[in-house]
């Protein structure tokens, strides 16, 4: 297993950025990171006022996220996503105001019209599957899609993420070893905030990287600094460039941080150290972008100000747009709905 880690908590990655990444890419990444995170915080409003029944966050994984994005090609690449890729989606493509449409359960919702609940992503124009709400069952749908573009040759990279209390699900064992056996065009990305639920990492496997389960299954394996969006987007690019050459799956896992509770129904004021939630804090991946952008000279406190500007604009938008839009029709609530 090979470690990649930036160290401490400036992004040390940046001056060795590789080929590809460009300055305006870097601010781009941030304007994503800053875009889900406000996002997000907007969703957590909506719920304390009342208005949204379940917020469930990125809050600390946008680096992660982000990093990993734009290693991918939308349109073309596969996001098998897990609840918390609020950054990853906006990357391939739905907008705050579909995202909105979707936490108010709208008529127009495009991942489901209202029918799923929030953080279930899925969208047919963007190549975003949706999902079960039982964890890693959507990383069994990722090994499936590989397995459909290696059949029809086409040059198709399926992404999927999980949290790492998922990796704890035969499913996940399923998927990797038939992927890797397969050498399945497919990158299993963990996003490794330390908790599922309230049950700390300690208490959920016996080892302290997950990547290192990549071997007993042949596959590379990689930990990654999840709070260094350059950092992922190397390893990143690495697993989807193998990938789409034949040579078959990575694990990565990225270590990012948890910055809420798990979801708006918990509190994890009964379970957690403030002060270890205090020094996560300390590390929250988009102040320590922003301050590197700033001292490497790649973004003024203006440009800050004008994405921050911009960013409230839309989602301001995007929140008065879905508020005014109309709900379902309750006499074709069991339309597109599947049960057994
Ligand atoms: C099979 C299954 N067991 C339990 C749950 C309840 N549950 C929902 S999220 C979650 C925690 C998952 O933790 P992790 O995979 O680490 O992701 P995180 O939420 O920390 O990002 C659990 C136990 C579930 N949805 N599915």
Not at 97 to 126: I, N, V
Request: contains cysteine.
């Amino acid at each position: 297993m090979k470690q990649f880690d930036s160290g401490g908590v400036g992004i040390e990655t940046m001056a060795t950025a590789p080929k590809g990444l460009t300055e305006s890419d870097l601010v781009r990444m941030y304007e994503y990171m800053v875009l889900a995170r406000s996002l997000d915080e907007r969703m957590w409003l909506l719920n304390r006022a009342g208005q949204a029944p379940f917020v469930i966050s990125c809050q600390g994984h946008e680096a992660a996220q982000v990093g990993a994005a734009f290693a991918l090609q939308p349109g073309k690449d596969v996001l098998v996503p897990y609840y918390r890729d609020l950054a990853m989606v906006l990357y391939f493509g739905l907008t705050p105001r579909d995202l909105m449409l979707s936490l108010l359960a709208r008529k127009e919702d495009p991942t489901s019209a209202g029918r799923q609940m929030p953080g279930h992503y899925g969208s047919r124009k963007h190549n975003i599957i949706t999902g079960s709400s039982p964890v890693a069952t959507q990383v069994l749908h990722a090994t499936g899609i590989a397995l459909a573009a290696k059949y029809r040759r086409e040059d198709t990279v399926a992404w999927t993420c999980v949290g790492e209390g998922g990796t704890s699900q035969g499913d996940f064992h399923e998927a990797l070893n038939f992927a890797s056996i397969h050498r399945l065009p497919v990158v299993f990305f963990v996003e490794n905030n330390g908790y599922a639920i309230s049950v700390p990492q300690r208490k959920q496997m016996a080892i302290e990287n997950v990547a290192d389960r990549a071997a007993g299954y042949g596959m590379p394996g990689v930990t990654v600094d999840g709070g260094d969006p350059v950092a992922v987007y190397t390893v990143a690019k690495e697993a989807v460039d193998r990938a789409r050459a034949g040579g078959g799956p990575t694990l990565i896992e990225a270590k990012v941080q948890r910055l809420t509770a798990h979801s708006s129904d918990d509190d994890d004021r009964t379970y957690r150290d403030p002060e270890e939630l205090k020094a996560e804090r300390a590390k929250d991946p988009i102040v320590r972008f922003r301050t590197a952008l700033m001292e490497q000279g790649v973004l003024t406190e203006e440009q800050d100000a004008a994405i921050r500007a911009r960013i409230k604009a839309q989602i301001d938008d995007a929140t008065d747009f879905a508020e005014q839009a109309p709900y379902p029709d309750p006499a074709e609530l069991m339309l597109h709905v599947y049960g057994s």
